[in-house]
């Protein structure tokens, strides 16, 4: 039995030696590495109309997340004079399934830094760990603010609050918006 052993091992280690061979090596997994491609410039005859590789993009077409210039409104949250948005209900229609997304949204990326209530008591604010007092969106600094700047600092951030552009869409960013103003609306008319 060790003899079968002994003759297995060598047999393996002898094949692994990489010996120059005139025959292709075995290709158990292609994968795409052999992938029949256009070189750029290359003529082509696929297209009758031209024969070019490249092609152009079908009119009217916008790359992903490219054309905001289309609204600035709704996209930046400040209007063509640079002025910030008064109030969303102008450039969106608000509703309660809109507040109740707002809700939902700020829930999951605001109030681990805000609390639920948005006073600034989320988790980061209670931790040790971190060195961050939390801005409360119920400030009566906040009140002469428009639904433009909540936007705005959403979207960018504002001192040690990271921007969310990257991770909250235009409309949920409003929605936001909207689910703030309820908050602030509640604590001025005494709810809770």
Same mark, same amino acid.
Request: hydrophobic share 30%; glycine share 8%; with cysteine.
């Given at each position: 039995?060790?003899? &079968?052993?002994?003759? /297995?091992?060598?047999?393996?280690? /002898?094949?692994?030696?990489?010996?120059?061979?005139?025959? =292709? =090596?075995?290709?158990?997994? =292609?994968?795409?590495? +052999? &992938?029949?491609? $256009?070189?750029?410039?290359?003529?082509q005859y696929f297209y009758e109309k031209d024969d070019r590789t490249k092609r152009n993009p079908i009119e009217g077409t916008i790359p992903y997340g490219f054309y905001k210039d289309d609204n600035p409104d709704f996209f930046i949250g400040k209007n063509e004079d640079?002025?910030?948005?008064?109030?969303?209900?102008?450039?969106? +229609?608000?509703?309660?399934?809109?507040?109740?997304?707002?809700? %939902?949204?700020?829930?999951?990326?605001?109030?681990?830094?805000?609390?639920?209530?948005?006073?600034?008591?989320?988790? &980061?604010?209670?931790? %040790?760990?971190?060195? &961050?007092?939390?801005? #409360?969106?119920? #400030?009566?600094?906040? %009140? +002469?603010?428009?639904?433009? $700047? /909540?936007?705005?600092?959403?979207?960018?951030?504002?001192?040690?609050?990271?921007?969310?552009?990257?991770?909250?869409?235009?409309?949920?960013?409003?929605?936001?918006?909207? $689910?703030?103003?309820?908050?602030?609306?509640?604590? +001025?008319?005494?709810?809770?």
């Open positions: 039995m060790i003899k &079968v052993l002994y003759i /297995f091992i060598s047999l393996f280690l /002898f094949g692994c030696q990489g010996m120059p061979s005139k025959k =292709p =090596p075995i290709h158990l997994n =292609p994968n795409m590495d +052999d &992938v029949e491609r $256009y070189d750029a410039q290359e003529k640079g002025e910030y948005v008064k109030n969303v209900s102008e450039i969106l +229609d608000v509703d309660e399934n809109f507040i109740k997304r707002g809700q %939902d949204r700020f829930n999951i990326y605001c109030s681990v830094c805000h609390g639920y209530s948005g006073i600034g008591n989320g988790l &980061v604010a209670q931790s %040790d760990q971190y060195n &961050v007092i939390v801005t #409360s969106i119920l #400030s009566e600094t906040l %009140d +002469d603010k428009s639904d433009g $700047y /909540f936007y705005d600092i959403i979207s960018n951030g504002k001192n040690n609050m990271k921007g969310y552009s990257g991770q909250i869409t235009e409309e949920d960013r409003w929605a936001i918006v909207t $689910y703030i103003r309820a908050l602030r609306y509640m604590e +001025d008319n005494g709810y809770e």
